[in-house]
């Protein structure tokens, strides 16, 4: 999916969450209402990419890959997260948020998320 298409479908779910009662500028710290709106709108909530859905249990096999390609690439400081938000993920930068390696690893990411899935990891 593009950028476009994700953000048009996380648009939909925050209208969805204001229509139902929660915005983050309104009733940020408002759990009650964050989680009526929240099963309000299940339906609307995107899912992650499927190769980092915690529920595929080829994901963290997938993201671990990932890592090996982008530490391949040169760079240093770089983990697979645990799951959160229901979604897998990667950690750039270390302990000491070490800037090279937030700047190649951003760069590189989707470069070595395209190569892992053309071997067919995570699906």
């Avoid at 590189?108 to 998320?113: A, G, L, M, S």
């Amino acid at each position: 999916m593009t950028n476009t298409q994700i953000n048009s479908l996380y648009t939909q779910y925050s209208q969805c969450m204001a229509t139902n009662g929660y915005s983050k500028e309104k009733n940020l710290r408002d759990q009650a209402a964050m989680v009526k709106a929240q099963n309000a709108c299940v339906s609307e909530d995107p899912l992650p990419p499927w190769q980092l859905d915690a529920s595929n249990p080829k994901a963290a096999e997938f993201v671990h890959a990932v890592v090996q390609c982008l530490r391949d690439k040169g760079v240093q400081y770089v983990s697979a997260d645990s799951p959160q938000g229901g979604q897998y993920g990667v950690s750039l930068g270390g302990p000491n948020n070490d800037s090279q390696s937030i700047t190649l690893g951003m760069q590189d990411t989707p470069d070595c998320e395209k190569q892992v899935a053309a071997q067919g990891l995570g699906s």
